[in-house]
Every structure is written in C-alpha cells, then in structure tokens.
C-alpha cells in the first residue's frame, strides 16, 4: 500500500505470490502468472538488452544474508 499497489485480495490488480526459492515453493505457480500477464499485456523484450527488475519487499536472516 505505501508504494501505491493493491493486491488482488484487496480490490486491486497486483498478483501477490509468495514464493522461496530455497524450498522451491510456487515456483512453476510465478513463472505461469508472469507469462499469463505478459500475453494479456502483450509484452515483448529484447533478447539482446540487459534485464532489470525491481524487488518491492524482501527479507534478510542474521548469518544468512
């Protein structure tokens, strides 16, 4: 909400989707929601530009990074 962004389960139109990729939890589940988004988009990339991407919230572990 501080960044302006609602999630679906709020009325908005932001996927929330909680994934680990130490426990390889939901992973196929975000890889589906990503392509399923860009095909309603209709987003295409350039294959030979440098990717970028934006992590909106995260958490670190003392000892473990």
Excluded: C, F, W
Aim: net charge negative.
């Amino acid at each position: 909400m501080r960044y302006g962004l609602t999630s679906e389960e709020h009325g908005g139109d932001v996927q929330v989707i909680e994934v680990s990729a130490l426990k390889r939890m939901n992973l196929d589940t975000l890889e589906e929601a990503i392509l399923a988004q860009a095909e309603i988009m209709d987003l295409k990339g350039d294959p030979t530009g440098m990717a970028e991407g934006i992590v909106v919230e995260s958490k670190t572990e003392k000892g473990r990074g």
